[in-house]
């Protein structure tokens, strides 16, 4: 009978990259506004599913997404303004 063994290093490998690095947690605060706004718009869209959307749920969700979108339009705005253009050009 040949015993059939997992590898403990290739089964589940650890090393000190399992932690977020310093880049990655950077991204994840500069994202953070953007993720905040999409968690506010997906409470509002959990709040209408078991029952009808009133005016005021139809305005919490137009909202919430008005703040996701400008959230993203200020990201990318962001990260226009800080890109470097080859050359120098603007």
């Known amino acids: 009978m040949k015993h059939i063994i997992a590898l403990q290093n290739l089964a589940s490998p650890w090393s000190d990259g399992l932690?977020?690095?310093?880049a990655e947690l950077d991204?994840?605060?500069w994202e953070m506004p953007l993720i905040l706004a999409e968690v506010d718009?997906?409470?509002?869209?959990?709040?209408?599913l078991d029952r009808p959307a009133t005016m005021?749920?139809?305005r919490r969700i137009r909202r919430a997404r008005r703040r996701v979108l400008a959230?993203?339009?200020?990201?990318i705005n962001q990260a226009a303004a800080t890109a470097t253009?080859?050359?120098?050009?603007?």
Request: proline fraction near 7%.
């Open 41 to 48: 718009l997906l409470d509002a869209e959990i709040i209408v």
């Open 27 to 29: 991204a994840i605060e």
């Open 71 to 75: 959230a993203r339009r200020a990201l």
């Open 56 to 58: 005021l749920d139809d």
């Open 19 to 22: 932690e977020p690095t310093d």
């Open 85 to 90: 253009v080859p050359g120098g050009a603007a």
